[in-house]
């Protein structure tokens, strides 16, 4: 075994925590399951694994949930996983693991992975690049960064450095539960464009100042362009550059309904989010807090 431990929120995973644990439960010395008092059979099948610790905690949102793990959690091993349920190493990378991770410099302590994309059974590779993220970092020294959407564990000290093995994002839930999931997406990434926008907290204003991975900061930096271009032309747009441009029509069926789904369908329900806000409260930063508290719940 590795010295490192494994990170998974959780709330109602039976259908994919067994994969998860068998794919990791030979490398890792401790897994920490974070459960927010899932009602199926997820923490049933946890607790058949002899190095899995079970914690449950209130649910608010990831990043707090993951940072209340890494203050909570009796971890004792040097490196610490975020993996989800739905995600597991492929092969390939828990051999360099092995092969890397006990004689890395103390100079490294973030590793930024690459992730595989797997969606209705098949691995998408064209139309997007491949996305690289910081998962794996020396205990103590990194956390997640605080954000209603698209958060990243960001180093507090240390260099990162790119291994080459994948790991895997493969969901096994049918597409009405995709769908249903990304509605619930669509409000929270559209008040991140209209942080960007219009400075509602100012956590947008620091993006490029944080110590993320590479990719990640530039990723959200395209995010600040997409931001500024008219609503609905831009999702249009992304779809037909990911699609065409980027070659995504030769994925296959499974390919046309990703980019169409995610890159399309998707960014044009958080557009409708944004028109609906801004048609209720105008660009007014304090009445925008308001709506978005008495209709979502969301609090700024």
């Given at each position: ?78 490196w610490i996983l975020r993996l989800d ?216």
């Amino acid at each position: 075994m590795l010295d490192i431990s494994v990170i998974i929120l959780t709330y109602n995973e039976e259908i994919h925590i067994q994969r998860c644990l068998n794919n990791i439960s030979d490398l890792a010395k401790a897994i920490y399951i974070i459960d927010c008092f899932s009602t199926d059979r997820t923490l049933e099948i946890a607790k058949q694994y002899n190095n899995v610790i079970i914690l449950q905690n209130k649910w608010i949102n990831y990043a707090t949930q993951f940072n209340w793990a890494l203050e909570h959690a009796p971890i004792q091993t040097e490196w610490i996983l975020r993996l989800d349920a739905d995600e597991y190493l492929t092969p390939e990378l828990k051999l360099e693991l092995k092969q890397k991770l006990p004689t890395l410099s103390n100079k490294y302590t973030g590793i930024v992975l690459p992730l595989r994309r797997v969606f209705l059974g098949k691995t998408i590779r064209r139309g997007m690049p491949q996305i690289k993220l910081l998962r794996l970092f020396r205990y103590g020294k990194a956390i997640s960064e605080i954000r209603l959407m698209d958060e990243h564990i960001q180093l507090a000290e240390g260099e990162t450095i790119e291994f080459k093995g994948e790991f895997a994002d493969d969901n096994l839930n049918n597409l009405s539960w995709w769908s249903q999931k990304h509605i619930g997406y669509a409000i929270r990434e559209a008040v991140d464009m209209l942080d960007i926008e219009l400075n509602l907290t100012g956590a947008a204003q620091t993006d490029e100042h944080k110590q993320i991975s590479t990719q990640a900061l530039q990723k959200r930096m395209k995010k600040h362009q997409y931001a500024k271009q008219p609503l609905f032309w831009r999702s249009f747009a992304y779809f037909c550059y990911r699609y065409f441009f980027k070659l995504g029509f030769t994925e296959g069926k499974e390919g046309f309904l990703w980019h169409f789904l995610q890159g399309w369908w998707y960014r044009t329900l958080v557009d409708a989010k944004v028109f609906e806000i801004k048609k209720a409260c105008g660009t007014d930063r304090e009445k925008i807090k308001r709506y978005l508290k008495e209709h979502y719940n969301i609090s700024l």
